[in-house]
């Protein structure tokens, strides 16, 4: 079993796919759907530059869509202290989880998707303020800076699939290619650890309960380096699991990983079943 990316560079890259037969099913349904843009990725460090006017922009669209679900006030006291910044925008996280939370306990009304909606575009603004930041985080393993693919179907959230025992099973430290894409609203290990975020709370995992049609190429990041960080093993809870569940390698010839993954995007991905 293979997928196939086809990038728009007319370059193509196989991936042989774990064999597992929710793999198959998943990378079958993936490939009937059309795709978002390629999103290229990164946890190297953040911009040499603030950009104030940017940041003020998306902080207060972030500070009213707060206020109009009767939230608490958040202030900064000082743009210049991005670890400070940075803390407060944890906390906004932690607010924006509790939230969506509430609002599943009690779906029987009117404005219940929206509000889930609206709830998951401030978590993005949140993301978006701290990818403005020109400090505040943990430096992450060098061999863990590497820019990465992040790849999803259109309105994946419509197209998801269950959180099962078979999927568990498949998770794993070892180095793949490619791998499921978290879609949660709040932080995966990586994250909250280069955040100086606390990773006892809930929304602090590896997956929610549903798998996305959404993968990470990643072919150069080594994330052992992270996972056997003495101080990352001292910060990670002993009952978390941090793996991630794999979906394959690269089994053709590609010709430098590193220029495509700055210059290509994916046009489709196909599915072929002989392989």
């Not at 060098?142 to 693919?149: F, P, S, T, V």
């Not at 003495?230 to 010709?255: C, H, Q, T, W």
Request: net charge negative.
């Amino acid at each position: 079993m293979e997928m196939k990316l086809h990038l728009n560079s007319g370059n193509e890259i196989n991936i042989e796919l774990v064999n597992s037969s929710v793999i198959r099913r998943w990378a079958i349904k993936f490939c009937k759907h059309s795709l978002d843009e390629t999103e290229v990725m990164t946890f190297a460090g953040r911009p040499y530059t603030f950009n104030r006017d940017r940041f003020d922009v998306v902080f207060n669209e972030l500070l009213a869509g707060i206020r109009k679900y009767n939230g608490p006030t958040f202030k900064i006291n000082d743009y210049n202290n991005h670890i400070a910044i940075q803390q407060l925008l944890n906390v906004i996280h932690h607010w924006c989880v509790e939230l969506v939370k509430s609002k599943h306990k009690n779906q029987n009304y009117k404005e219940y998707q929206q509000d889930v909606i609206n709830i998951g575009k401030l978590n993005a603004l949140c993301h978006e303020c701290e990818g403005l930041l020109t400090h505040g985080v943990r430096a992450m393993p060098d061999r863990c800076n590497n820019i990465y693919w992040d790849q999803s179907v259109q309105s994946y959230t419509n197209h998801t699939m269950q959180l099962t025992p078979e999927w568990t099973k498949l998770m794993t430290d070892k180095k793949y290619d490619v791998y499921i894409a978290k879609r949660i609203l709040g932080k995966d290990y990586r994250e909250a650890y280069r955040d100086y975020d606390d990773p006892t709370y809930d929304e602090m995992q590896s997956f929610g309960d549903r798998i996305p049609l959404a993968f990470e190429f990643d072919p150069l990041n080594q994330w052992n380096d992270l996972y056997e960080l003495p101080e990352f093993l001292d910060y990670m809870p002993a009952n978390k699991n941090n793996n991630r569940i794999p979906v394959g390698n690269i089994s053709n010839e590609v010709d430098d990983i590193d220029y495509i993954l700055k210059h290509d995007k994916i046009d489709k991905v196909t599915y072929n079943e002989s392989i």
